[in-house]
Every structure is written in C-alpha cells, then in structure tokens.
C-alpha cells in the first residue's frame, strides 16, 4: 500500500476539511444510538413502569463531579486544539493528556459508584431502571475509554509534529461524550421523580 | 371480491370488502392508466419507430404539469381512501358497541384457552365454559373478547370475521365482533410464536341458539366431542363445492410428534 | 497495451509495485476490489437466500415430505428457514449489492476521484461485513439450531431462551445483524464524505448523478433510522444474555417497544434500498431513451420527501399489535400520503420516456421490469396502509406478495439491471446477449408466477409462516395447494434461470467480447475510464461542465454530451 492516500481524500468540495465532516458524521449516527436510548428511558419513566423510583439512589454529588471532571476537560482539549493551531507542538500534547487525566478521574469515580451499588446488592437485573443505567453509563464509559485511547494515540504523533488537525477532531468526539453526559446526568441522577 | 376467497361472517366483515372493493377498483383504475401509459411510451418511442429523441428537460411548467396534475388528482384519491379505512378502523377498533355476551381467549405456546361467559353472562364466577382450541358463539349476538397471553404474543384472527388482534402477555386486550353466518370457521394464530406456531390453530362455531345451548350442556356433561378435532381429522366443511380437501395422509411426522406432546 | 484487457492485466499495469494475490484482491483498500467484494459476497448470499426459500417453498408445496438438497424440514428448521431468509435477503443482499457493492464501485467515478476518502476504513467495512457473515453461518449450527422468531423478532420470543428454543441462535443472529450495521455505518461515513467533499471541479450538486444522490440520500436514513435499533439491539442483546427485563412484561418490561424501535428502522429500510435502486434505474433509463431525466429536481425532491414521511409511517406494521387505536388513524394518514411523492417520482421516470429513442438492451429490459413490477408492489401496499383494511389482511400472503412486489425489483431486477449496465466497465467486456435474454425473460416471468399467486391465497386469509397448512382446514383446500404448488414451480424454474446468469457472469469474463470505455455511448464520468478503469482510475482526473442527462441536445452532432466534455458533442 502506498503511503499517500489518494487524491479524493486532498479534495474539499464543501469547504470543510475531510476528516472533520467525517467525524461530524460519525457523531450524528452516534446522536441517534444514545437518542434511541434516552428515549425508550423516558417513555418507560413516563409510562410508570416500576423501578424508576431507585433514581433517588443514584449519588448525585458523584454525578455531579464527574459533569465538573468533564466540563473541565472539554475545556482542556479546545486549549489543545487552540495550541496545535498555532503548532504549539508540546503545549497541544501536554493538553491532550490534562484530558485523558480528566477521563481517568471521570472513570475511578464512576468505578466507585458501579462498586459502591454492587456492594450494595443493586445490579444489572435489579430493576428496569438499573438496567437503564447500568446500560446508558456503560455505553457512554465506554466511549470515555475509547476517546482515552485514541487521544493517547493521537498526541504522540501530534508531538511529532504530524497530524495536528487531529486534535481537533478528538475534541469534537471529546465535546460530543461530554454532551451525552449532560444529557444522562439530569435523567438518571436529578430527576427523582 | 374477498367474499369469493373467504364467507362474510361478521357483522363487519361486509363493510370490509366494500373498502376492499373501493380500493381494487379505485387503485386499479390508476395502476390501469399509468401501466398503459408506461407500456404505451415504451412501444411508441422505441429505436425503430423514433431514431431521435426530444430534449425535454422536464423543468418548465408546461412540461412540468403532466407530471404534476396526476400527482394533485392521487390527493384527492387519497382522501377518499383515508376517508374509508379509517371509517371501518373506527368501526372495528375504536367502538364498542353493547354486549350481549363475553368470552376470554388465552395463548400459550401453542394451543388456544376460551372462556365462556356462561348463562350469567360474566367471567369469572362459577358457570364458566372452559374448551381448549374450541370457541363457541351464537350467532347474530354481539360478543366482547378479552385476549390474554401467557407467554409470548400470539394473534387472534378471524379470517371469515375479518378480525386480527395481537395478543400481548401482561395485558388484557378487548374488542368486539358480531357473528352473522353459521358455521365453524378457522382460528389462527397470526403471529409468529415460536417452533409450533404453525399448529397453534383452533375452531370457532357459530350457533344457532338451540345447537349453542346444547353444545354447552354437551361440554358439562363431558358428551362433547370438539369440532376442532373434527375438522382436523375430516376437513373443514367446505367453503364452496369447488374445493375438495387436500388428503390429509400426507401429514408430517413432526406434526404428530408435537401434537402428542400436549 | 490496450485499455479493454481483463482486470488483472490492467492492475499489473497500474500497480507502482508488483503486489501478492491477498494485497491486490483481498486486503485491498481500492474502492473497486472492495466493491466487487461486496458484490460477490452479496451474490453468495443471495444463492443462500433463494436456497432457503427454495427449502421452505418446496415444504409448503409438498408438506412432510423430503426436499430434494435439503431433507425433511421440521417445523422449527422450516422457521429457521423464513426467518433467515428474509434477514438474508435484506441485510445481506440487498444493501451490500445496491448500496456498498455499486455506491462502492460507482461513486468514485461517477464523482470523478480516484478512490474513496477513506480507504482504509472502507477496507475495515468490507471485513466487518464478512465476519458478520461467519457469525450468521455459525448461527446455523449451534444446539438448538437457528433463530426461527422471524426476522422481526419480536421479544419475548426473541428475547427469552425458553420460548425461543434457540438459546445462542437468537444471540448470534442479533450479533450478526449488529455487525453488518456497523459494517454499513463505517461504509455510509465514507460514502457521505467522499461524495460531499470530492467531486470532480466544476461538479455542482446538481450535476450528481442520481444513482449517487439516491445511494447518499439511502445512507443518511440509514444512519438516523438505525440508531434507535441499534440501542434496542442492545437492550434486547442484554435481555438475551444478561437477563435484563426491557422487553419482558412480567418485570415491567414492555415487548411493544421493540416494535416501535424495529419498525422505526425497517421502513424507512424500504426506501434504503429502494432509493439506489431507482437511482440506478435512472441513470439507465436515460441513457437508453436518449432523454433527459424528465424534472432532476423534481426527482430529486421527491426523494427526500419520501425519506421524510417515511420516518413517520412505521406504525402501521403495528396496526394490530396492541397499539393506541387512535394512534392508527395518523398512520394511515401518514402512509397514504407517501404515496403522493412515490407517484410523482415513477410519472417523472415515465415522462422520462416520452419523446425518447428507445433501446432496449438487457440493462434497459431490466429497468423496464423494474419500473412495471414495483408499480405493482406500491400499488398492492394501499390495501395494507388502509387501516381498516389491514385488520384483515396484516400477515396474511397478500403482505408477502405485496413486499416481495417491491423488493424483488428492488434487490432482484434492479440489481441485474445495473450489472448488466455496468459490467463492461467493471470487467472490460460485455455479457453475452443471448444468454442475457434467456436470464431476463426467465426470471420476469417465473418472478411474477411466483408472487401473483400469493395474492389470492393472501385474500383467503392464508397467514404468514405457518409449515404446513393442515392445521387450518380453511386453507388445506385442493385449490389453494394447487395454487402454492404453482408458485413454488415458479421459484423453482425461477432459480434454475439463474444457472445461465452465473455461467454467463463468469465465462464473459474471460471470453466476452472486448468492451470500449463507454459502450453504451452515456454521459456520466464512470464511461471515461478506462473499461476496467486501473487503479487510480483515470488517466486524467476529469473536469465536469455540465449535468449528467444531456442527451439529444440540440445542436450537437451526436446524441450524448459527456459530462466532463468542454465543448460541444
């Protein structure tokens, strides 16, 4: 195979670089995965099924410092693509790790909360409305890990100077599994109702 | 037209095939029309007879409105049709009208449980009439059903009633029909419901009055023999004299293997 | 050495360096290999498919007795059997042929760039899709064989291993089906950005042909219809393997919603598959008719209106199934009025006609099939969106006969219309004629024997998926076996007409005749490529100056204008 890609890739008939639409793409098929799940969640909350009342047990303060952990990190990688705009090669990279450190406190803490609920007897099968969360907080930690593994890939070539728009594109993803957050936190630790 | 295939043996049934009609004629009138007009261009405008093609972009108005009043006149149609669906759906699902009786049917994998009322017209009390794969209603009286499920969902259908329900485990699901025309007539399962949903069949039979009351008093006495076996093993009573049976000793080993397992 | 050479002596021509027989056809990341990959994996299993309904037609016909090449089929085998064949047919034929195999192939060109924007990750697409395939194989033969709970799968048939009896079967097929989703979402990113991004200069959006624009349009409600059924997948994956109730009423759960998430996706499916098929039979019919697409725009609106209000007509798989009664009549509203645009859009493809110089060659023949059958199908489908019609005939035959109206062309006939079409470019030489004629009229008229004779026993209420009918007297008459024998005679025949479609597929290869660059003497960019375009595919990377259907321009010496042609034909 041959190093250079092929002349389709160069090309920007829109106006936006290939990779970003590409990405935005990605994340609006992701929007519908994580909608379909938000949505059978409320229709279930609003149809009475039972179970739902558990929302009380959820640890909002923990919940509440993993939305810091990723406000906070989502601030740190727009610093990082801030910096790799203006080939700041070392301050990009060092930004991109502040975001994985970010991620790795997001996930202790929700690795507590899981231990802390498993301790406690409550599991997957409990009810329709831990089956709920087990399943969204998974899915969405799962894409914290992924984010964390690519950002890792990412920030070394990114300090070797190849590849800085990339850093834009995991703050995109980034920005994207912050969002999703926002969007479970009210329903799975707030609204106790 | 669907009365040809199948006998009308519900109240509602009739209304049914009116739309039916309506549909067949109204859409076939269109499918009629475009089809000529699509075969008729392919054989007009072929090589041999049109060796050069117009330029046509389809864009100005003039040309654009061949296109676009057919379109406006389906609208119409539209309306008409929408029109008499939902006029049978309402009559069908959304009302219901008083009742004279009520029975229960219940699915399982794979076999059917009907609850009749009994003489005091009420379930769940001591006169009860419980069959397996056997419904039993008078006709010309206007039945409620409730349908239940104790497993997976299973479907209520009526071919000769024109009636379908989804059976939903977990809920109770009512409706009503009216039996016009005596006879026993196929009970289906119309969903899927796993290895044996081909067998989850049963028998409904419309009664006079007196055969209801004797049949019913037969199913006390323990003296009833059960029309679904009956037919099973003879055949059904047949719609029209043109329909012989099918001979039934080309059944499969795996029918009687899952039979014998209730 | 000449440009119409067959495909491995144009690539060692091409290739900067000599590559192994893996690197060049099976690791590929060039959009063609991968598209042909599509198309020959689809092709595979589209034999897998016509083999299983073969099976259970042949058991309907003659029931309890042994299948010739297949055995005896019992009753759960016999669902096994339906249940995969429709997930086959959909998810493993339809798409990959239609979407990946010609959106693969054809976009590259008919946009005028050398390759995909993203090679690689298309590579990734072709290889998740073939290890979906293995784990649908491996479905088959695990304890307690395939998933027979249809391919609807509604829980909690679907869900419960008790139920079911097919403990991993139901967890395989779901896996299997969730992987080739994948496979078309990593496919569909790719496609969406290499359309959006490179297209040759001077190409305007409306200067894409339809066939891409359909294909473009098919990705993107394929992307917002398959979320929903992907989150329910899991949800359902979870009830099967975790025990999760999400779908299980006797904890709480609900077997509707499910329902609500499948049909959500599986009919704006319909128009997923449609779509490419009516693009590529645009792009047939006007370089066959010598005209230009009657209204482009107009088309082109009506597809993306149609993709629309597809997305709120789902309900009306469910008339019957437990939903609000009132709910039904909006749907029925909704799906009447899907018919305005779908109309709108086969009165543009007929005016296309008008006017025209005609030329039926075997791609035409097909379109022409194509076009005359799927008329039938939308027009068979206003009895079932009728709500209260549908009361009688939801999962009767009359569905069955009414979809396969619309999928058969769809999957079938507008498939081999864009083989036909296309093969001179893919492989540098053209099929042979009368072998083609023999596969067309073959496969027209034994299709049709097929599925017209599954309209009337739909109208005597015979209902879908049953193994043998003697359970239900009403439908064990002599007259109604005698009209299920007729039709499974037509799949028979239906098959057997295949036999000269795949020796003429794969002799033309070698001994077909030579095929120019563009034989059919077409407009679009994939005809200035070298026929089979190298890798790379074009000398010289074209410039576009006009749209794609300027046929029988006046003025001009010929009757076609390319579109990369500065000046005047």
Redesign the interface.
């Known amino acids: 195979?041959?190093m250079h890609?092929?002349?389709?890739?160069g090309?920007?008939?829109?106006g936006?670089p290939?990779a970003r639409?590409?990405v935005w793409?990605?994340l609006?098929?992701?929007?519908?995965?994580?909608?379909?799940?938000i949505?059978?969640f409320l229709?279930?909350k609003f149809?009475g099924?039972?179970?739902f009342q558990d929302a009380v047990l959820t640890v909002t303060w923990a919940g509440a410092f993993n939305t810091f952990v990723l406000l906070t990190s989502s601030l740190t990688i727009v610093l990082a693509h801030d910096a790799a705009e203006h080939g700041d090669k070392d301050r990009a990279f060092k930004y991109i790790w502040f975001t994985i450190f970010g991620g790795l406190v997001f996930m202790c803490v929700k690795a507590y909360e899981y231990g802390s609920k498993i301790a406690h007897g409550v599991g997957?099968?409990t009810?329709?409305f831990w089956?709920f969360y087990f399943?969204m907080t998974g899915?969405h930690a799962l894409h914290v890990l992924g984010g964390m593994v690519i950002m890792g890939m990412v920030s070394f070539d990114i300090r070797k100077g190849y590849n800085l728009h990339r850093a834009e594109l995991v703050g995109l993803y980034w920005h994207f599994v912050d969002i999703v957050w926002i969007f479970l936190f009210p329903i799975l630790y707030i609204a106790n109702f | 037209?669907?009365d040809y295939?199948?006998p009308r043996a519900s109240s509602f049934s009739g209304?049914?095939d009116g739309?039916?009609n309506l549909?067949?004629y109204g859409?076939?009138f269109?499918?009629v029309l475009?089809?000529s007009?699509?075969v008729y261009?392919?054989i007009r405008?072929?090589?041999s007879v049109?060796?050069?093609?117009?330029?046509?972009?389809?864009?100005k108005h003039s040309?654009?409105k061949?296109?676009?009043w057919?379109?406006y006149a389906?609208?119409v149609f539209?309306v008409v049709?929408?029109a008499?669906?939902?006029?049978?759906?309402?009559?069908?699902?959304?009302t219901l009208p008083p009742k004279d009786d009520i029975i229960r049917a219940v699915g399982q994998?794979w076999s059917w449980s009907f609850v009749h009322s009994g003489p005091d017209g009420k379930l769940d009390t001591e006169d009860d009439v419980l069959t397996v794969n056997d419904l039993h209603v008078e006709v010309g009286k206007v039945y409620h059903f409730e349908l239940q499920s104790r497993?997976?969902?299973h479907?209520f259908?009526i071919?000769?009633f024109?009636?379908?329900?989804?059976?939903?485990?977990?809920?109770t699901?009512t409706g009503w029909f009216e039996p016009t025309q005596e006879g026993t007539?196929?009970l289906?399962c119309?969903?899927?419901?796993?290895?044996?949903?081909?067998?989850?069949?049963a028998a409904i039979t419309v009664h006079s009055p007196e055969s209801y009351q004797a049949t019913m008093e037969a199913i006390q006495n323990g003296t009833y023999e059960s029309e679904y076996l009956k037919?099973?093993k003879e055949?059904?009573t047949?719609?029209n004299a043109?329909?012989?049976?099918?001979s039934?000793n080309?059944?499969?080993?795996?029918?009687e293997k899952?039979l014998s397992s209730f | 050495m000449s440009q119409a050479t067959t495909m491995t002596e144009a690539h060692a021509h091409d290739v900067?360096h000599e590559e192994s027989f893996w690197?060049k056809y099976i690791f590929s990341?060039d959009h063609k290999v991968i598209g042909l990959q599509y198309m020959f994996l689809g092709l595979f299993m589209a034999l897998v498919g016509g083999y299983f309904a073969y099976s259970f037609r042949m058991q309907l016909a003659?029931?309890?007795?042994e299948v010739p090449l297949y055995g005896?089929v019992?009753?759960?085998e016999?669902?096994m059997l339906v249940t995969n064949h429709g997930t086959i047919m959909i998810f493993w034929v339809a798409m990959p042929v239609l979407i990946a195999a010609f959106g693969n192939y054809m976009i590259?060109l008919m946009i005028g760039?050398?390759?995909?924007?993203?090679?690689r990750l298309n590579r990734l697409s072709i290889q998740v899709f073939f290890v979906s395939i293995v784990v649908l194989f491996i479905s088959f033969f695990v304890e307690g064989g395939g998933f027979?709970?249809?391919w609807?799968s509604?829980p909690?048939?679907s869900s419960?291993a008790e139920?079911?009896?097919t403990n991993w079967g139901s967890s395989l097929w779901l896996l299997a089906v969730a992987l080739e989703i994948v496979a078309f979402?990593i496919g569909?990113?790719?496609f969406?950005?290499?359309t959006?991004?490179?297209?040759a200069p001077g190409?305007r959006m409306t200067d894409v042909p339809i066939a891409v624009w359909t294909i473009n349009i098919a990705v993107i409600m394929f992307?917002?219809?398959?979320?929903?059924?992907?989150?329910?997948a899991?949800?359902l994956f979870?009830d099967q393997r975790?025990?999760?109730?999400?779908f299980l009423?006797?904890?709480?759960?609900?077997?509707?919603?499910w329902q609500h998430?499948f049909w959500f996706f599986g009919h704006p499916e319909v128009y997923v598959v449609l779509f490419p098929a009516m693009g590529i039979v645009a792009d047939i019919i006007t370089t066959f008719?010598?005209?230009?697409?009657?209204?482009?725009?107009?088309i082109l609106y009506t597809i993306i209106a149609t993709g629309a209000l597809s997305f709120v007509v789902w309900a009306h798989h469910q008339?019957?199934?437990?939903i609000d009664?009132?709910m039904?009549?909006i749907f029925?509203?909704t799906t009447?009025?899907i018919?305005?645009p779908i109309?709108?859009m086969?009165?543009?493809y007929?005016?296309?006609?008008?006017?025209?110089?005609?030329?039926?060659e075997l791609p035409m023949k097909w379109a022409?099939a194509f076009?005359?059958s799927f008329?039938?199908g939308g027009?068979t489908g206003?009895?079932l969106?009728?709500?209260?019609?549908d009361?009688?005939f939801?999962?009767?035959y009359f569905v069955i006969a009414h979809f396969h109206y619309t999928f058969f062309p769809i999957a079938i006939l507008a498939m081999f219309a864009a083989i036909y079409y296309w093969y001179p470019k893919m492989f540098g030489r053209h099929m042979n004629k009368l072998l083609g004629e023999i596969h067309f009229w073959g496969t027209f008229l034994t299709f049709n024997g097929l599925f017209l004779p599954l309209f009337?026993v739909g109208?005597?209420?015979q209902?879908?998926?049953?193994?043998?009918y003697?359970?239900?007297?009403?439908?064990?008459?002599?007259?109604?076996?005698g009209i299920r024998i007729f039709a499974t005679t037509s799949l028979v025949l239906l098959l057997l007409f295949q036999i000269p479609f795949i020796w003429n597929f794969f002799a033309s290869m070698v001994t077909g005749e030579k095929a120019e660059a563009n034989p059919w003497k077409a407009n679009s960019l994939e005809w200035v490529a070298p026929s089979p375009p190298p890798h790379?595919n074009f000398k010289e990377?074209p410039t576009v100056y006009r749209g794609p259907y300027e046929?029988?321009?006046?003025g001009n010496r010929e009757?076609y204008w390319p579109q990369h042609m500065p000046d005047r034909n």
Not at chain 1, 5 to 9: D, H, K, S, W
Not at chain 3, 350 to 360: D, E, K
Request: proline share 7%; charged share 10%.
């Open positions: 195979m041959s890609g092929p002349i389709a890739t090309r920007t008939a829109t936006i290939t639409l590409a793409w990605l609006s098929s992701e929007v519908f995965i994580f909608g379909g799940l949505a059978c229709l279930f149809n099924a039972p179970g997957f099968t009810n329709i089956s399943t899915l | 037209m669907l295939f199948i209304d049914m739309l039916f549909i067949v859409v076939g269109w499918f475009t089809l007009v699509l261009f392919m405008f072929r090589h049109s060796p050069k093609a117009a330029y046509i972009t389809g864009e040309e654009s061949w296109v676009h057919p379109h389906i609208i539209d049709l929408i008499g669906a939902i006029m049978v759906w309402v009559q069908v699902k959304q994998q497993d997976v969902l479907n259908s071919p000769a024109r009636l379908k329900q989804d059976m939903i485990p977990g809920r699901i007539f196929d289906q119309a969903e899927m419901c796993g290895h044996g949903h081909g067998i989850m069949g037919r099973l055949g059904s047949p719609i043109k329909r012989p049976q099918v039934q080309e059944a499969s080993p795996y029918t899952l | 900067h690197t990341v003659f029931p309890g007795q005896l019992s009753p759960a016999y669902n590259p760039c050398d390759d995909m924007v993203f090679p027979g709970g249809a609807t509604y909690p048939l419960v139920y079911s009896l979402l569909g990113i790719n969406l950005t290499t959006m991004n490179s297209r190409m992307m917002a219809s398959v979320g929903p059924l992907v989150a329910g899991v949800m979870m975790l025990g999760t109730t999400f009423p006797s904890a709480g759960g609900d077997p509707v919603l998430l008719s010598r005209k230009k697409l009657f209204g482009y725009r107009a008339f019957v199934a437990g009664p009132r039904a009549n029925a509203v009447l009025l018919s305005v109309a709108e086969l009165f543009c007929i005016a296309t006609l008008y006017g025209g110089s005609i030329r039926y022409m076009l005359i008329l039938v027009v206003i009895p969106g009728a709500s209260g019609m009361i009688f939801h999962d009767t009337l109208m005597a209420g209902h879908r998926r049953i193994y043998n003697q359970h239900f007297p009403d439908l064990a008459s002599a007259d109604l076996q790379g990377l046929y029988s321009v006046p009757d």
